[in-house]
């Protein structure tokens, strides 16, 4: 059981989705915001800078998304399904574009290769919970 899963398993008032989904798409969304910003950072450093600024832009989106939807997962007190899910929904695709931007220049920049890795994985988990939530 990851962290996020054990500390919602200790909340007064269970969640309405499984703990285990839920915790592992709030550990995805704070490891692809933490993979986003370091790599957007890394294309500030690349010699090529000005043919990136669309990574950099599509890395912070995606950051600002995955933080965002960690947060708000991590609330279940009242929580509300039906911003809940379409949060998730935002996350996803802002994942799956992040992704798609990255995967360009995965080739020959090992920092976009790493950030694909990532966001796919919190894409995936999205997914995973987007398949759980009531509807």
Known sequence: MNRAAEMLAT???????DVETLGDCIDECFDCAQTCAACSDACLGEANVA????CIRTNEGCRSACLATGEMLSRQTEARWSVLRRQVEVCRDACRACATECEKHAGHMEHCRVCAEACRACEQACEALLGAVPA
Do not use: A, F, K, Y
């Open 51 to 54: 043919e990136l600024v669309g």
């Open 11 to 17: 909340h007064p008032r269970p969640p309405q989705v």
